[in-house]
């Protein structure tokens, strides 16, 4: 099993910055792909950023050039940095990991258990 942990989310002025972690750990053998996904209330799931092994990335339109995603493949983390924050960035941000299990080396996908952004005009 694979569990991911995310931190760092909170209430915030509009404007402001919150920087989210997301820890991976269990039976790992490696990690491929990593993102961020975020849902409003309301809303369908949706991708904000992902980062390959390499260290790629890509990002959803909306959070160009004020959001930045890393990760740390020693500490199989990823961070989502989140700048000049906007009420509309409001939601349940989601930690995923594209991972080959140690165990059988099979690929999976696991997700984090969510943590509340909340942004205040």
């Known amino acids: 099993q694979v569990q991911l942990v995310e931190s760092g989310g909170g209430l915030v002025q509009a404007g402001g910055s919150l920087r989210l972690s997301c820890a991976a750990s269990?039976?790992?053998?490696?990690?491929?792909?990593m993102a961020w996904y975020r849902q409003a209330p309301g809303k369908q799931r949706e991708l904000v950023a992902t980062?390959?092994?390499?260290?790629?990335?890509r990002y959803a339109d909306s959070v160009k050039g004020r959001f930045t995603i890393s990760r740390d493949n020693a500490k199989n983390t990823v961070y989502l940095q989140m700048n000049r924050l906007e009420p509309e960035d409001t939601a349940v941000y989601f930690c995923?990991?594209?991972?080959?299990?140690?165990?059988?080396?099979?690929?999976?996908?696991?997700w984090g258990q969510g943590t509340q952004v909340t942004v205040s005009s």
């Open positions: 995923n990991a594209d991972v080959y299990y140690r165990s059988t080396y099979l690929r999976g996908s696991s």
């Open positions: 269990g039976s790992i053998f490696s990690i491929n792909a």
């Open positions: 980062v390959d092994s390499g260290g790629s990335t």
